[in-house]
């Protein structure tokens, strides 16, 4: 499916999965966004009711399909200063520092590779999740309750 395709789906489709789905893929690209975790994650298989954690562990099944390592997981950040994360985007779109201001309680994730949908707001202020791409642990970088992420992809396969 074309890019011009995949953005022409209808208004009704624009913050869903289908389009995605159908197309076969998510890509920076296209500006894909989605208005809760539930529409996101949808891409990747899940069926399940509402979904509010910061990330989703993909089932090794999926994994398979969308051609990602097992240790892969769907994340929600908040890429700005918050009540209990520090986390931030680097200008250029390649890294991601995680930060939690609370050091002794940081449990690091066995998630070496993150499908990143980023909480952003649209004009109207409204709660969005965009894809910003696949991020990859960076060796070496997580230390004490700091993490780091580099982006190795700007596309991902979604699952039917």
């Keep these: 499916m074309s890019r011009d395709k995949l953005n022409a789906g209808t208004d009704s489709d624009r913050y869903t999965a289908t389009p995605h789905i159908k197309a076969g893929y998510i890509d920076i690209s296209t500006n894909a966004v989605f208005r809760t975790h539930k ?57 991601i520092i995680e930060k939690k201001k609370e050091a002794d309680d940081f449990r690091k994730n066995d998630w070496e590779y993150r499908i990143v949908m980023a909480k ?6 409204r709660t969005l999740y965009r894809f910003i791409g696949i991020f990859e642990v960076v060796p070496g970088y997580s230390v004490g309750n700091e993490q780091r992420f580099r982006r190795v992809s700007t596309t991902v396969k979604t699952y039917r």
């Design 39 to 95: 529409d996101a994650l949808n891409c990747f298989g899940y069926q399940k009711g509402h979904y509010q954690r910061a990330a989703w562990k993909i089932p090794d099944e999926i994994c398979d399909v969308i051609e990602l390592p097992y240790n892969s997981s769907v994340w929600f950040p908040t890429l700005d200063d918050n009540t209990a994360w520090d986390n931030s985007l680097s200008d250029d779109g390649l890294l």
């Design 120 to 125: 952003s707001k649209d004009e109207y202020n």
